[in-house]
């Protein structure tokens, strides 16, 4: 056997663009079945579009097409009335991956790495070989130019085929993407049409038109005409930053001396939190950054943790409101009781972060089956990798026995509800590049953990008093079956007549009211029932709602409820 010396081997070592990386690994990205694909395609398209219209401060319309072209290709379209994208920037945007302008920002947004839309044209020119057509208009009085490209996956560089102008005189401003991929639609909880469905609940703000394989047109009307609050960039907070990071930092800043240093590079840091924060790190104010070691970077990141700083401003984050979950539930849900919360702001990594629950109870969910557990990040629903997230691990982690749920240990609870969680932060945590799950970060899941219980002990409030009512009502039921029979009894001891006995009977049933006061009615009573949304994505069987990638999600068998009916019948039997 011939030795290969290191130089040989040297020659065979080269660079690998992030193209090249991500063409052999898709499923990083979400595509790793045609069903998903589909969606993860058709996601990245809507993400830019209502994050173009908001950063622009326009009203979104939306315009989502799926055409089937064969068994498994598919042609999407997705138009928006942002305010297009300059001519320069086009191919880059849509071409060349890990390129945008959010990466750097801390602003809250659903796009984050620069990756998505390109992973979609990727995607499609590796099933279809076609490339992606763009076309946007930045104007009313300006020309629309559109464009079909590839990415060229050896050098990551936009590949254009075709450049040229187009009349697009019914749009004013927007976009407009057409790929060809392979696919396939199905119906259900993981489909493009619950996924459509959830992101018109949750803004609220965005007219969506949308139209399925098979031709049927669903049209999400916005239901509120004021845009969410504009989310604000900030810097870093200084609790969470790591070490290595404030090394990096102390190495690039501009800044003179360490007391400017933490002044201009953190949020929530005045002159005087500055001087404490050296105070506790045991360095001078008038430390020059450039000269830091380790072992002070290490100082000061100690000196920062023990220093009280003010939580990071919220101006940065734009939750949905409680206002808006609860309506968002009240569309989907016909439900008897809502509720839901948001936690005040936290921090991790030097992150700020808010998350929000909801919940809805009872109606005519089913019983016998575990809760629907809606997750969202940022505006945007979470449907695949679900026991890989954070937010399920919390849901199972709480004691849900106590607020009346059925449960089994570290599972998901049981019972008419649906649970829904969302994050709101400048830099939200996902496990992976397809943006399905949270990282589980102990900050996060405390703060999820803390909004299901505040949401828990509103349930648990309602379960009680819908308990108490029932239980009334057997008592009064058992007393009211013997009232007839009294009367009976009187009207033979005292010769009373038929009409003397009837009144007997009508007193002894006022009597019964005025002690035990009147019996309240809990009724399902939800003006804003959507029943076509809520049919939406659920014509299919629920069989093909099952999660696949998601059975490691501990869940409990079925509980059967009794007939409580034929229980109170055997009772009155018995007395009788």
Request: charged share 30%; with cysteine; glycine share 6%.
């Amino acid at each position: 056997m011939v030795q290969k010396s290191a130089e040989e081997l040297a020659k065979k070592q080269r660079d690998i663009s992030i193209a090249e990386f991500f063409e052999k690994n898709r499923h990083l990205l979400g595509f790793d079945n045609p069903r998903r694909s589909l969606l993860t395609a058709i996601k990245e398209g809507v993400d830019n579009a209502l994050d173009a219209c908001e950063e622009a401060r326009i009203l979104p319309e939306l315009n989502i097409e799926v055409i089937q072209l064969g068994e498994t290709r598919f042609k999407i379209i997705m138009e928006d009335n942002g305010p297009g994208i300059v001519k320069e920037q086009l191919p880059k945007i849509f071409a060349k991956l890990l390129y945008g302008s959010k990466f750097h920002k801390l602003a809250q947004s659903r796009g984050q790495q620069g990756i998505g839309i390109s992973a979609a044209v990727l995607y499609g020119q590796l099933t279809t070989g076609k490339p992606a057509v763009i076309t946007s208009k930045t104007g009313r009085n300006k020309p629309a130019h559109q464009l079909k490209l590839k990415i060229d996956t050896t050098t990551n560089k936009p590949d254009v085929s075709d450049d040229r102008e187009i009349d697009w005189s019914e749009k004013d401003h927007g976009t407009r993407i057409e790929i060809d991929l392979e696919g396939s639609y199905t119906k259900g909880r993981q489909s493009v049409d619950e996924y459509i469905k959830e992101t018109a609940i949750v803004n609220p703000h965005a007219t969506i038109i949308y139209t399925n394989p098979e031709a049927q047109q669903f049209i999400f009307p916005r239901a509120a005409e004021e845009l969410p609050a504009e989310a604000k960039e900030i810097k870093l907070h200084p609790y969470g930053v790591e070490l290595g990071t404030l090394i990096k930092m102390l190495e690039t800043t501009d800044a003179k001396t360490l007391q400017q240093f933490l002044t201009t590079e953190f949020v929530r840091v005045g002159t005087g939190t500055a001087k404490e924060i050296c105070q506790n790190s045991s360095l001078l104010p008038n430390t020059k950054p450039a000269k830091f070691s380790r072992e002070m970077a290490e100082q000061l990141h100690n000196g920062i943790q023990k220093t009280k700083i003010i939580a990071p401003p919220t101006d940065c984050i734009s939750p949905i409101t409680n206002e808006l979950l609860e309506k968002g539930l009240r569309k989907e849900i016909n439900a008897e009781f809502y509720c839901s919360t948001t936690r005040p702001p936290a921090v991790y990594r030097g992150n700020p972060f808010i998350i929000e629950a909801a919940l809805a109870y009872g109606g005519e969910q089913e019983g016998d089956t575990t809760v629907r557990v809606m997750r969202f990040a940022n505006r945007v629903p979470l449907l695949y990798q679900q026991g890989a997230c954070a937010i399920t691990n919390s849901i199972q982690n709480t004691a849900w026995r106590s607020y009346g749920l059925q449960q089994s240990k570290n599972s998901l609870p049981s019972g008419p509800c649906t649970i829904l969680v969302h994050m709101s932060s400048v830099w939200v945590p996902f496990t992976s590049e397809s943006k399905e799950a949270l990282a589980h970060y102990p900050e996060i899941v405390k703060e999820i953990k803390r909004a299901l219980q505040e949401c828990g002990r509103k349930l648990a409030s309602f379960v009680n008093k819908k308990r108490r009512i029932k239980e009334e009502g057997k008592k009064r039921s058992y007393i009211e079956k013997y009232i007839p029979h009294v009367a009976d009894a009187l009207k033979e001891l005292i010769g009373l007549d038929d009409i003397n006995t009837k009144k007997v009977e009508d007193n002894l049933y006022e009597i019964l009211e005025h002690a035990r006061g009147e019996l309240e009615e809990i009724k399902i009573d939800n003006p804003e029932y959507d029943k076509e949304l809520a049919k939406i994505g659920k014509e299919q069987d629920d069989n093909d709602d099952n999660y696949e990638d998601e059975k490691e999600v501990k869940t409990e068998k079925p509980i059967k409820e009794r007939n409580e009916n034929k229980i109170t019948e055997e009772k009155q039997k018995t007395l009788i």
